[in-house]
């Protein structure tokens, strides 16, 4: 995989997958995904998905269902990351 570019990775993830990353309070958390709300510690509806090359800020809450903040690019390691698990499930 050295060979790729950190283009050909990101958009190799990008077409064949959806990953989520659990996201865990550590008190209480302003959420991202609807500004002026405040979760509770033990809230756990936060996470990350990371489709389409970018990294989307998701909450599950009640209050924030549909909303979603773009954090950025899938990071190059990370798409690499994805890309050797999608392999390795062959």
């Given at each position: 995989?050295?060979?790729?570019?950190?283009?050909?990775?990101?958009?190799?993830?990008?077409?064949?997958?959806?990953?989520?990353?659990?996201?865990?309070?550590?008190?209480?958390?302003?959420?991202?995904?609807?500004?002026?709300?405040?979760?509770?510690?033990?809230?756990?509806?936060?996470?990350?998905e990371c489709s389409d090359g970018r990294v989307w800020y998701r909450c599950n809450a009640k209050q924030c269902a549909g909303k979603r903040v773009d954090i950025g690019n899938i990071?190059?390691?990370?798409?690499?990351?994805?890309?050797?698990?999608?392999?390795?499930?062959?």
């Amino acid at each position: 995989m050295a060979d790729k570019t950190e283009a050909q990775i990101v958009n190799a993830c990008a077409e064949s997958a959806v990953y989520y990353i659990e996201c865990k309070n550590q008190g209480d958390r302003h959420c991202l995904a609807n500004k002026g709300v405040v979760h509770k510690q033990g809230d756990e509806t936060a996470y990350l998905e990371c489709s389409d090359g970018r990294v989307w800020y998701r909450c599950n809450a009640k209050q924030c269902a549909g909303k979603r903040v773009d954090i950025g690019n899938i990071p190059a390691s990370a798409s690499a990351f994805f890309q050797e698990m999608q392999d390795s499930a062959k």
